[in-house]
């Protein structure tokens, strides 16, 4: 008879060992079967799985990972809900590019996008400029001050229940931004309540279980995510202030950039769609066309 197992989430992997909860907020230290690594399944941090405890001191198993509804391979992540974008109003100066390539790796893995303007109270006219720009975007832009708490309210709310993950620039304040909007403790780049870490910044991801029943994913380098390569045609898909306009245009398919009798492109002019946008979405196609013409050097 097989042995009763319990569902399960990942909360963090280090040398083979994870760490996970269930249901009922129990946690268990596990290693993974055997059958696991012949079906080349690695657990990663967020997996659902099923979940065979230990007895006494001993580790536990993961027996299954259920399907994943998104996976990234750099953080090694699955099932995140949505991904926090980052921005300073104030210094350091806003890297609008980093907020589009941050926008476009979240939507290719399937994942939602909520953009966050911190620092707002330092220079409201450019917060508002940068939630101007991207009113079409569906990131439903929030301007805040993680340090007075300012506008934390608002983001809390959209983020109750759902794992989440903060990604942007160094300096924007993603980490004051976390500790203010769930009372945890910054230490050395990385945050814990229970698990001491050395001197470095952290190494590891973990998801950490927050009020409101949701998580929010500490982890290192998510701001270097880096988009895969793929046909320079499908990067419109990732504009969704673009998708009103899709079929209109004369030459099918057309990449909205500098084609004559662009739909797209009559929208920037007439203002429907920002132009600033629009700029930084071609320069990112010019990037994607060479390393799309050069893949297989």
Not at 167 to 191: H, R
Request: aromatic content about 6%.
């Amino acid at each position: 008879m097989a042995e009763p197992t319990l569902p399960g989430v990942i909360l963090q992997g280090v040398g083979g060992f994870y760490t996970a909860w269930d249901d009922e907020g129990r946690e268990y230290t596990l290693r993974a079967q055997g059958k696991l690594r012949r079906e080349r399944m690695k657990p990663k941090v967020g997996d659902r799985v099923e979940l065979i405890p230990g007895v006494g001191e001993e580790h536990g198993w993961i027996c299954r990972i259920l399907p994943r509804r998104n996976e990234l391979t750099r953080p090694p992540v699955a099932n995140i809900d949505v991904v926090v974008i980052v921005v300073a109003a104030a210094t350091p100066d806003p890297d609008l590019v980093m907020v589009d390539r941050l926008m476009l790796n979240a939507r290719r893995a399937g994942i939602a996008v909520q953009l966050a303007i911190n620092k707002s109270d330092l220079n409201p006219g450019r917060a508002a400029d940068i939630a101007r720009q991207y009113r079409g975007a569906e990131a439903s832009p929030v301007s805040l001050c993680a340090a007075t708490g300012e506008g934390l309210d608002a983001l809390r709310q959209r983020l109750r229940g759902r794992v989440h993950a903060l990604a942007g620039q160094s300096g924007a304040g993603k980490s004051t931004m976390i500790n203010a909007l769930y009372g945890l403790t910054l230490e050395t780049g990385g945050l814990s309540r229970k698990i001491e870490r050395g001197r470095n910044t952290t190494r590891h991801c973990q998801l950490i279980p927050v009020e409101g029943g949701g998580m929010v994913l500490d982890t290192p380098g998510f701001s270097l995510l880096e988009s895969e390569v793929f046909d320079p045609v499908a990067l419109k898909d990732s504009w969704p202030e673009f998708a009103p306009y899709e079929g209109q245009c004369y030459f099918q398919p057309c990449y909205h950039d500098t084609e004559p009798r662009c739909a797209v492109r009559e929208a920037v002019a007439q203002g429907h769609i920002d132009a600033q946008r629009h700029g930084r979405y071609s320069q990112l196609l010019d990037e994607m066309k060479t390393r799309w013409r050069d893949r297989y050097d």
